[in-house]
């Protein structure tokens, strides 16, 4: 691998300890995949923030490093509101490690947003090189945005952000960006919500697993297209998508699709997943919410007083812009929390079953939160927790 004399004085030791044991780990981790250099990387965001996840020794691991991130990086969700935790009724004791891991990754210099949605915080650009780790997140970043980054691990991804780069294989490199696979959508996607999209994409992920589909058939806006991505990295391992005439990357390149297998998805595959179980609670917001569905939510709220528990999961500098918004929602009984969601905070751990609109949601809450989970349009999630 090709290494500047920057990267070699770090190597070296003279930039401190910290610093050049993570190079060696971004090293490592080019030469394992055949990296022939480092490039630089717009910004980072880091996970294994949550103190559910990250556990003991993960803390003790970040309070020994020594550094500063040195380009822009956020933090994934951790397991609580930072403000509001003891509203959420997270055990004290759980209250003290979470923040503890948090005072960890503030002194190395990450800013402490705790989203998996940073792209609604700082602009990214068409063609950044960037070192992202949360699923979501990176499938948002490659797909919609037309960014570059593989899925980083916490540490590689922590790495990345205190050196300033990363290893360029994967998909920053063009050859590894073509489709793979075509998924023909065989219904009529008019009348689709964000639900229907999570949907196809929990279906499609078990399909396609760590290929780039192709998609023909549907035609949709940034939320859907969030929610669409983050189902398919959440049952497959997909990071990567194209959208015919929709995506970036569909719109700027002729591919050759001859010769690449094309699998149908029919309407009765996409309807089967939406099932009428009774549930405990409703969660709303995974990825994190936009502005335009927090609006929706409060729309659908106004007048409403919720029967069972509602959470809806936003980035802080989200519910800070759409304060009046937020207020709203939170008039119904509702409660609006920054920095977690349903997925990584124990909160959620106390039902059985937690209906959601979101298909990363309905892969992951069964593993991760102990429940069952039933996925509906947020029309049928706002009605379920006000009737």
């Not at 993570?22 to 980072?44: T, W």
């Not at 540490?155 to 994967?170: D, F």
């Not at 009348?191 to 290929?211: C, M, P």
Request: glycine letters at 8%.
């Amino acid at each position: 691998m090709h290494l500047d004399p920057e990267d070699e004085r770090i190597l070296a030791g003279e930039e401190g300890e910290t610093r050049q044991k993570l190079l060696e780990l971004l090293v490592a981790l080019g030469k394992v995949f055949g990296a022939e250099r480092l490039v630089p990387i717009a910004s980072a965001q880091v996970s294994g923030a949550s103190y559910k996840t990250i556990g003991k020794y993960g803390l003790e691991w970040l309070a020994s490093l020594d550094a500063k991130a040195v380009v822009p990086a956020v933090l994934n969700p951790i397991g609580m509101a930072r403000t509001r935790w003891e509203e959420m009724g997270i055990d004290p004791a759980f209250a003290e490690n979470q923040q503890a891991v948090v005072a960890a990754y503030e002194r190395l210099g990450i800013q402490l947003d705790c989203t998996c949605t940073p792209y609604y915080l700082y602009e990214t650009q068409y063609g950044d090189h960037l070192a992202w780790s949360e699923s979501s997140a990176v499938c948002y970043a490659n797909s919609v945005i037309g960014a570059r980054t593989n899925r980083e691990g916490g540490p590689s991804a922590l790495a990345a952000a205190i050196i300033g780069k990363t290893p360029c294989y994967g998909l920053h490199l063009d050859k590894n960006r073509l489709p793979q696979m075509v998924i023909d959508v065989h219904a009529d996607t008019s009348k689709w919500t964000i639900a229907d999209y999570g949907a196809l994409g929990y279906h499609a992920g078990k399909i396609v697993g760590n290929r780039i589909p192709y998609f023909r058939g549907i035609t949709l806006g940034a939320d859907s297209l969030k929610a669409i991505g983050a189902a398919m990295a959440a049952t497959g391992a997909v990071a990567l998508y194209h959208v015919e005439g929709i995506t970036p990357e569909a719109q700027k390149n002729r591919y050759d699709l001859s010769g690449i297998e094309a699998v149908p998805v029919e309407q009765a595959e996409i309807s089967r997943l939406f099932t009428d179980i009774p549930v405990d609670a409703v969660a709303l917001g995974c990825p994190h919410c936009s502005p335009a569905e927090l609006a929706e939510i409060a729309r659908l709220l106004a007048g409403n007083i919720v029967t069972k528990p509602l959470y809806v999961f936003a980035a802080q500098g989200v519910i800070d812009k759409n304060a009046r918004i937020v207020d709203n929602i939170e008039k119904s009984g509702a409660r609006v929390f920054a920095d977690t969601c349903m997925v990584v905070s124990p909160v959620m751990e106390q039902y059985c079953s937690i209906m959601v609109n979101s298909g990363k949601a309905l892969a992951y809450v069964p593993n991760m939160c102990g429940g069952k989970a039933r996925i509906g349009t947020l029309e049928d999630c706002i009605r379920v927790a006000t009737e």
